[in-house]
């Protein structure tokens, strides 16, 4: 069954306002009760440390995210910009699909455990191959699927092979013109918008589309910076507080300025959002809105060992977002992530498995992937500037 992990002296985040000073045990992936008696096991120092719930990002594609952002906005919906920017002959398209799509799928993981995500959806279907328990971060295995109504005329058969207590995650009303207002409308007369719905950017859903989506008790995953560069504009604040369901997603590099940790400064500048508002969207509403139940998002007795530990200067869990920088992240259980500055404190046993990454603007971090591989990959396609997420990355 595994060994205890003990991790001692850092206060737990309970709630977006409250965190308290608990010993927590690890074992299976999984916390156990608090009260449980912790004799002799591994201990982990995590003293001056504020403990997080693992970050939830509800929509990404993993395998885009070295790629730039492409196209010359604003357009007036999602498929115009799709069109413009569909040239898989011509550079740089050209290039950065010559990377294999496994590596370029675990770059896309590595850049959401940098930002302290340990959940991401991945708007694709899921590959049990590569998504295993190796993989960076976890990615969310349980769900139904449909690119849009423009791309997936079968998306009603999609949505009747989808199970009833799982999500059901289509881009949908992606756009500022008519054709983005009546996405609403022709969702719900093919009969797919109900509370398994999960609408991606919705920046096209005002008015009367708003009330449909909350009539269905569908939910809203929201991408402001992608919106920004594609459309000219996202979700008015108005929305983002109406009581529909919302979480963050960041999107890919194709169109997102960077990671979740990007995202959510973008969404607290363009909708002037508190560090509190913007705690939900990335840990308990994430999880309600993928119907996530075994515990991602909170840390609580019995759920997923998913953490993310931070410099504790006595700020609440919500504060602690507003400048994030992770400095130990663990995901089932296992440290996948630690800053240069924690590494170096000792405490952790250094292991072949971790290798050093550079990210621009963020430092340099320790973890669990072969990243000189990985960039070897990546170089020999598209020569030595690699960018994750829009960041410059090197050994």
Known sequence: MGKIVRIGGARVALTATHAERIDLGMKGGRILPFESRLDNPAELDLSGHLLLPGLINAHDHLEFNLFPRLGRGPYPNASSWAADIHHPEKSPVKEHLLVPRKARLIWGGIKNLLSGVTTVAHHNPYEPYIFTDQFPVRVVNRFGWAHSLDFSPDIRDRWKRTPVRWPF????????????????????????????????????????????????????????????????????????????????????????????????RCARTVAALTPRDIYPLVTGNAARVLRLSAGPGTIRERGVADIVAVADSGQTPAEALADLRPELVVVRGRVMLMSDCFANRGGIPRSSAFHSIHIEGRGRFLIRADVPRLLDAAAAAIGPDVRLAGKRIWL
């Open 169 to 264: 995650i289509v881009h949908a009303a992606e756009g500022t013109d008519d054709r983005a207002h009546s996405e609403i409308p022709r969702l719900k007369e093919l009969g797919v918008l109900d509370r398994r719905a999960v609408l991606v950017h919705a920046v096209g859903a005002t008015g009367r589309e708003l009330e449909t989506i909350c009539l269905s008790g569908s939910s809203i995953v929201w991408c402001p910076s992608a919106n920004l560069f594609t459309l000219g504009r996202t979700l008015p604040v108005e929305t983002v507080t109406s009581g529909v369901p919302v979480a963050l997603g960041t999107d890919s590099a194709l169109t997102g300025e960077g990671d979740l940790i990007d995202e959510m």
